[in-house]
């Protein structure tokens, strides 16, 4: 449920067990086995050359230990990596959604075992905190996302608006201009079954709201909900939002977007290129996601893991090359290639000069989460997902009730 991305294709072969030295030298190889995010356009195999290009420069400064990567995409990884461990084949290294069931049965390393507690402690600290099981972190965040608004700024000169909106009330105003200056969809608004929990979530935030409250106790239907949700079917039934936003995916959507379409969207660092490849690049902005009072202080983050296995020793080796990967290229190479963001207030810093970046870094250490860590959620979010848009087209505080239930039972 923490994937990022899940498309692109990755490499086939189990690769060696991790656990040999070649002879007479004291060489050490490392079994990594790691998730690819996909091709970026014009990009093939950008997983294995990403990953290449990392392992080639550790391996300059370490002659003496190897890594061997296997890339495997995202629709196979977790079931591929099950069999590795089931046969006795436990890599030293794996790179991908969720760490949780391999802490539960003591096959991980400590964080503290394996990462510099320099390093360690340059971690984003809200995202490291989702790393431990009963207090243990075993899970290093990999890499993140977050979520900003996108706006375009030809559309909005066209319907003179001056600046993005900061509030509900703003955005309701600019999205009344954009439909009067003939813009189809004045707010993208996808609450189809592909990312509908993400989109939601993010206008809960804005009212002080979220899937659970300050308690830890599920509130999908609090009062701060459904008044958000029927502030947003006032937008729809005013005809200022994608249509039938139940039924539209955030690919389609960011593709309207993308082609002139759509004036304002909710969309992550990974939108860019969609933007950019449909001929808008330049031509949009990027600023805080509005809140029913002024701009999010939050947003939606979004992070995948590495861990390393105990089984086959070789936790100095490890660390040198986890050492090695945090505080080296590696992060500016990961946002180049895929456009996801850093996990270390390092990598924030060498990314800051990119405008377009910017609203996202600002907003990630302060970043909210999906409730994940409650079994409850993975029932759950596949019933937001399916359930949700319903809100704005029928009553809001019936839906989102029928999903409280769901929360509340058992």
Same mark, same amino acid.
């Given at each position: ?82 069999? =590795? ?37 340059? =971690? ?6 989702? $790393? ?75 009212? $002080? ?54 004036? =304002?969207?909710?969309? $992550? ?142």
């Amino acid at each position: 449920m923490l994937v990022l991305s899940s498309c692109g294709s990755g490499s086939g072969g189990s690769g060696s067990s991790g656990d040999q030295k070649a002879s007479g030298g004291g060489q050490v190889t490392l079994k990594m086995v790691a998730a690819d995010y996909g091709d970026g356009p014009g990009k093939p195999n950008s997983g294995e050359t990403f990953w290449k290009g990392v392992v080639d420069e550790f391996q300059a400064a370490n002659p003496n230990i190897k890594v061997d990567v296997q890339v495997i995409n995202w629709n196979d990884i977790d079931k591929q990596v099950a069999t =590795m461990v089931q046969n006795g084949q436990v890599p030293d290294i794996l790179q991908t959604g969720d760490y949780s069931g391999f802490a539960k049965d003591d096959m991980l390393y400590k964080v503290e075992e394996v990462l510099s507690p320099n390093v360690s402690g340059d =971690m984003l600290q809200k995202f490291a905190d989702f $790393g431990k099981v009963d207090g243990t972190a075993y899970g290093i965040p990999f890499v993140s996302s977050a979520r900003a608004l996108f706006y375009n700024k030809d559309l909005f000169t066209k319907a003179g608006i001056s600046e993005p909106p900061k509030t509900w009330d703003e955005l309701k105003a600019a999205a009344e201009k954009l439909k009067k200056a003939g813009v189809s969809q004045p707010f993208g608004l996808p609450l189809g079954q592909e990312e509908a929990q993400a989109e939601s979530f993010l206008w809960m935030l804005g009212n $002080g709201g979220g899937y659970k409250d300050a308690s830890g106790k599920w509130a999908i239907n609090s009062p701060q909900n459904i008044e958000t949700f029927t502030y947003l079917k006032g937008l729809v039934d005013a005809g200022l939002t994608t249509p039938n936003p139940g039924t539209k995916d955030r690919k389609t959507v960011w593709e309207d977007f993308g082609a002139g379409k759509v004036g =304002m969207v909710n969309g $992550g660092p990974m939108s860019i290129p969609i933007f950019d490849a449909a001929g808008l690049k330049d031509k949009y902005g990027v600023a805080p996601i509005p809140g029913k009072s002024g701009p999010l202080d939050t947003t939606l983050g979004v992070m995948d893991w590495i861990m390393a296995f105990n089984k086959n020793g070789h936790a100095a080796e490890i660390k040198k090359f986890f050492d090695f990967f945090y505080t080296g290229s590696a992060a500016q190479k990961i946002s180049d290639t895929y456009k996801l963001l850093p996990v270390t207030n390092g990598g924030i810093q060498k990314l800051s000069s990119d405008e377009k970046l910017k609203p996202f870094l600002d907003a990630l250490p302060n970043a909210s989460f999906y409730p994940f860590q409650d079994p409850k959620w993975a029932d759950l979010n596949p019933e937001i997902k399916q359930t949700i848009g319903g809100a704005v087209k029928d009553d809001p505080a019936k839906v989102l009730g029928e999903l409280q239930k769901t929360a509340d039972a058992g």
